[in-house]
């Protein structure tokens, strides 16, 4: 037996066919009429509108730029301002008269080391003794020559005073005491070249001492006892003549002809909290073509903290300039160098390029570009475009 198991759309829900198709097509034809009645609402939304404006008082007028929107900035005019130059610059501490001391004679096998690095020496003072037990034996036997040879004189002496005595009764002819004679004379001489032999070879071996050759500081000590030197031997001691030390600041060539010599400066070594005051005593007579620099050599006194071959700071003196002063937040750099921007009399942004100086504790001196009544820009630059608008707030100080 088959049974029907399909529901027609006439019998679903209860909802007649036709009904249904005729509900779809009422709400289809309703639309077009919901469009037209928002457009007319958007037309009278649009005229209202007009109206208010023509009941205001006329036609609408365009945004005008007053200003009021520009960033406001700082500004300056820093006017000229009598500083006292200073350049500051880096350099070495080391001793002003370094004396290396060596071995000046024939050297050899050393016994003795009397001072040490640090020590104080006086000119002449013994620092280091060489063995020298050969020298003395030769010098024993040239001792001895000499009394060979004054025996000898004395010999001489005595044959030809006595020939002398002889010659008056013709005993001895004039030939035979020019001879005696010459011995005589020939064997005084031997005695002289023994002396003068002796005192050679007492004064070699008194130059196995190596003493100071002047009095001062003892910097470097490098010999040990038992250690062979010889002429050809490196620097046994370092000697600061005096004591004396310099800083040799590096500066460039346009800090050193801003200087003269005699001119005073302070030096703060590396790690130091002291301040020490020198001299320029010597400025570079000469440039080096790598790094366009030049030496500027500061005289300083002894004292514990300058050690030779440390890094100090030294800030010399070069004189008053008279120069425009601003701070450094105003200066502005890039790849064309430095800048500061100035606010003219529309309240643009002008971009100005300066040269500065040397940094001061008030700020850095333009030496070209300012003339000290412009109205700088303070601080904020570096947002700023050339041309721009800006509102100036303009600061006493």
Request: glycine share 10%; aromatic share 4%.
């Amino acid at each position: 037996m088959n049974y029907e198991t399909s529901i027609t759309a006439e019998t679903q829900d209860d909802i007649p066919a036709d009904v249904g198709a005729r509900q779809e097509q009422k709400l289809s034809s309703s639309t077009p009429k919901i469009l037209m009645i928002a457009g007319i609402g958007l037309v009278a939304l649009l005229a209202a509108i007009a109206a208010y404006f023509v009941m205001s008082g006329g036609e609408p007028v365009a945004a005008v730029d007053d200003g009021t929107q520009a960033p406001v900035v700082t500004v300056i005019a820093p006017g000229k301002t009598t500083i006292s130059g200073v350049i500051e610059a880096p350099g070495t501490l080391a001793a002003r008269r370094p004396m290396p001391v060596g071995v000046v004679g024939e050297g050899g096998q050393v016994v003795s080391v009397r001072v040490d690095a640090g020590d104080w020496v006086q000119q002449g003072q013994v620092l280091a003794v060489i063995d020298r037990s050969v020298q003395n034996q030769q010098a024993a036997a040239q001792s001895a020559q000499i009394e060979v040879s004054r025996a000898d004189a004395q010999l001489a002496q005595a044959n030809l005073d006595r020939s002398l005595q002889l010659v008056e009764r013709g005993f001895v002819s004039k030939a035979d005491v020019d001879r005696l004679t010459a011995t005589r004379d020939a064997a005084v001489a031997r005695v002289r070249v023994a002396e003068a032999q002796l005192a050679e070879l007492r004064a070699r071996t008194a130059r196995l001492n190596i003493v100071a050759p002047a009095s001062g500081y003892v910097l470097e000590r490098n010999v040990e006892p038992g250690q062979t030197v010889s002429a050809g031997s490196p620097a046994l001691f370092t000697i600061a003549s005096g004591g004396e030390m310099e800083m040799m600041a590096q500066l460039s060539e346009t800090q050193l002809a801003s200087l003269s010599q005699g001119v005073s400066a302070n030096v703060v070594p590396t790690g130091s909290p002291k301040t020490f005051v020198g001299q320029v005593w010597q400025l570079s007579p000469v440039i080096d073509p790598q790094t366009r620099q030049g030496t500027a050599r500061i005289a300083l006194s002894y004292a514990p903290e300058l050690r030779p071959g440390g890094f100090a700071t030294a800030r010399i003196n070069s004189g008053t300039i008279e120069a425009t002063v601003v701070p450094e937040s105003a200066v502005l750099a890039d790849d064309e160098g430095s800048f500061v921007y100035v606010v003219d009399a529309e309240n643009k942004a002008v971009r100005t390029s300066v040269t500065t100086g040397m940094v001061t504790a008030d700020g850095i001196a333009i030496t070209e570009g300012l003339s000290g009544t412009e109205l700088v820009v303070l601080r904020a630059g570096g947002f700023l475009n050339p041309g721009e608008t800006v509102q100036p707030s303009r600061q006493s100080d």
